[in-house]
C-alpha cells in the first residue's frame, strides 16, 4: 500500500499549539453519518506533496474504532477512490463538522502573532522576550530572541519573522505564565532555564 493514515494525536505531540486536533468531547458524539477529515501520507511523496486531508462519512463505530467511505477522489493516490471503505482510528481524524468547544484556544495560538529572530527558529531555542505596545489586533507585542543575536543581525529585518504565537510555545510553553502581561516588560532565561522579569530593563534607550 502506497499510503497510510498520520496519527493526529502524534503530530499534536510534537506540535500541541499549532496542529489542531479536535477534543475529545467532540469525538465522543461523533456516530453513523457524520463526516471526517483524515491525512492520508503517501509512502512515496509525489510532487512534493507529503499527503491529502479528505473527508470520510462514518459508517460504524465500535467505542475508537470506525469504518466510513471516502467521500472525495484524492489527487495523487490512485489506490484511493470515492466511496472506498477506510478502516480509521480516533487518533487519525483531524476535523469534524461539529463545533469545537476548545477552538477559540486554538484560535489564539494561530492568530496572536509575535516577532521572532530567524536565529530563534534555526536554533528553536529563544532566551529572550520584550513586549512592546502592539500594532493591531493580532499583533501580541512580543518581540522574541535567541540571545545570541549581535548588533549587525538585530539591524537587518529580513533576520526578523511575524509568525504566530503557537510556534514559540511549541519550542517552550512556560512563557504562559506571564504572556498576557501588559506592555511594557522584558524576561530573560537565567542559568536554571527559567524565565524571570527584568525590572531594569533599559526602556529609555529601547523607546529612543
Same mark, same amino acid.
Not at 91 to 116: G, L, M, Q, R
Given at each position: ?12 505531540? *510534537?506540535?500541541?499549539? @499549532? ?13 453513523? &453519518? ?9 509512502? @512515496? ?13 462514518? @459508517? ?5 474504532? %470506525?469504518? !466510513? ?18 478502516? %480509521?482510528?480516533? =487518533? ?17 495560538? %494561530?492568530? @496572536? ?27 501580541? &507585542?512580543?518581540?522574541?530572541?535567541? !540571545?545570541? =543575536? ?11 519573522? +511575524?509568525?504566530?504565537? &503557537? ?20 524576561? =530573560? ?9 527584568? *525590572?531594569? +530593563? ?7
Amino acid at each position: 500500500m502506497s499510503w497510510y493514515l498520520e496519527s493526529v494525536y502524534k503530530r499534536n505531540k *510534537e506540535a500541541p499549539y @499549532t496542529f489542531y486536533i479536535p477534543s475529545q468531547e467532540v469525538i465522543d458524539i461523533l456516530r453513523i &453519518g457524520d463526516m471526517v477529515k483524515l491525512i492520508f501520507v503517501f509512502e @512515496t511523496r509525489a510532487d512534493g506533496y507529503a499527503g491529502e486531508r479528505m473527508w470520510v462519512k462514518i @459508517t460504524h463505530r465500535d467505542m475508537e474504532n %470506525f469504518k !466510513g467511505v471516502l467521500s472525495n477522489d484524492p489527487f495523487n493516490i490512485s489506490e484511493l477512490k470515492i466511496g472506498q471503505e477506510i478502516s %480509521f482510528r480516533a =487518533e487519525h481524524i483531524c476535523d469534524t463538522e461539529y463545533n469545537d468547544p476548545n477552538a477559540s484556544k486554538w484560535d489564539y495560538y %494561530f492568530d @496572536t502573532k509575535i516577532i521572532v529572530s530567524n536565529d530563534v527558529l534555526e536554533r528553536n531555542e529563544f532566551n529572550f522576550m520584550l513586549k512592546d505596545d502592539p500594532k493591531d489586533g493580532q499583533d501580541s &507585542g512580543w518581540s522574541v530572541l535567541s !540571545g545570541y =543575536e549581535d548588533d549587525r543581525f538585530l539591524s537587518n529585518s529580513d533576520n526578523f519573522q +511575524y509568525i504566530s504565537i &503557537g510556534v514559540i510555545l511549541n519550542i517552550d510553553d512556560s512563557v504562559l505564565s506571564f504572556i498576557d502581561e501588559p506592555p511594557l516588560c522584558a524576561y =530573560e532565561r537565567n542559568d536554571h532555564g527559567v524565565f524571570y522579569k527584568i *525590572e531594569d +530593563y533599559d526602556w529609555e534607550s529601547y523607546l529612543a
